[in-house]
């Protein structure tokens, strides 16, 4: 056969190969379903070149974090939302080692933010707790001109931490909370909790919380403060309330939207022994309180641990006695509250 003939016959059985090729392609694997794949692997690519804390790497919960940014299931675990992303985050390597921590929020133009409106009298807040529920802190930090926040930092253990940002961008209407993770050198003790700690030791306060937590429903909890069995009647307002609570989740640290019943007290006027928050908890599981009270001028942080309840049903509560040894699975004194100075308080 002649070499032209050969090629002719050659290039008909290779458009003859495609062309079956194609039409099984088409036929066992849709269109849709592979311009879907295509996407997800977009996204997925996305989340995975997410932010580094200060040259140490984000963990896998950040990368998974950052791809439920958009539509988070697990609110205040995202690096981003709403074009608005928390970057820059760095903080001293090792447990013990003096320095600062940093951030910087950018905006959806990719600039740093540096309009806020402030809320609870602060224009971000800033909570840092390790992955078991450890070693706590609520700060103010303090922001340049060019829109880093920064404030004196030493880490007192080693291991995970999650670091979340609370705040409400100039013009918004309504707030955001980004965070990420970062990773400590050092020996890690894990201490999680071990069960409800509904009464708690601090400063020589007794904190206890009643009410039910029930998941998929707007709780109404109440923290009541005494002193020496003696109710106290002296909070001061701190943060625009009688008290300031924080809930995570347990587990992945989920962050709480807990709201304080009443008007914003006066300067001046005092309340107690009871502050009742509203509180949301997405799901079912394990639940991490922070309280945030003032009395003469210091601010205490008490540490307390929920479960949530069937609708109808209370939840198992802890006696005083295991309150001692159970909270969070520590002391009561591993929880910090500082401002953007760097003072402790409590």
Do not use: C
Request: charged share 20%; no cysteine.
């Amino acid at each position: 056969m002649k070499a032209p003939v050969r090629l002719g016959l050659y290039g008909l059985v290779l458009v003859a190969v495609f062309a079956v090729a194609a039409f099984t392609a088409h036929a066992v694997v849709p269109e849709d379903t592979v311009r879907a794949w295509a996407e997800e692997s977009a996204e997925g690519g996305h989340a995975a070149g997410g932010e580094h804390t200060g040259g140490q790497a984000m963990t896998d919960d950040d990368a998974h974090a950052g791809h439920e940014a958009g539509g988070a299931a697990s609110p205040g675990l995202g690096l981003e939302q709403d074009g608005y992303r928390l970057t820059g985050v760095t903080a001293p390597a090792e447990a013990g080692e003096a320095g600062e921590l940093a951030l910087t929020v950018t905006g959806p133009d990719g600039s740093p933010v540096t309009d806020y409106e402030p809320e609870h009298e602060k224009e971000l807040h800033l909570i840092v707790v390790r992955s078991d529920g450890q070693h706590f802190r609520h700060v103010h930090p303090e922001r340049d001109e060019d829109g880093t926040w920064s404030i004196p930092w030493e880490w007192e253990a080693a291991g995970s931490y999650r670091v979340f940002t609370d705040f409400v961008p100039g013009g918004a209407e309504e707030g955001l909370t980004l965070s990420t993770t970062v990773q400590v050198a050092g020996d890690v003790a894990p201490a999680p909790a071990k069960g409800a700690v509904t009464e708690t030791e601090v400063d020589g306060y007794t904190v206890s919380v009643a009410g039910d937590l029930v998941a998929g429903e707007s709780s109404e909890l109440t923290m009541t403060v005494t002193r020496e069995g003696e109710p106290v009647t002296a909070l001061e307002p701190y943060l625009g309330a009688f008290g300031h609570l924080v809930a995570l989740r347990d587990g992945d640290l989920a962050y709480l939207h807990v709201h304080p019943h009443g008007d914003a007290p006066e300067p001046g006027e005092t309340s107690g022994p009871e502050i009742v928050f509203e509180a949301n908890a997405p799901t079912e599981g394990r639940y991490l309180l922070y309280l945030d009270f003032q009395v003469d001028g210091q601010v205490h942080t008490a540490p307390l641990v929920l479960d949530t309840a069937t609708a109808g049903e209370a939840p198992a509560k802890s006696t005083p006695a295991q309150d001692e040894t159970t909270q969070h699975g520590s002391t009561q004194d591993e929880t910090e509250h500082e401002e953007g100075s760097g003072h402790e308080h409590g």
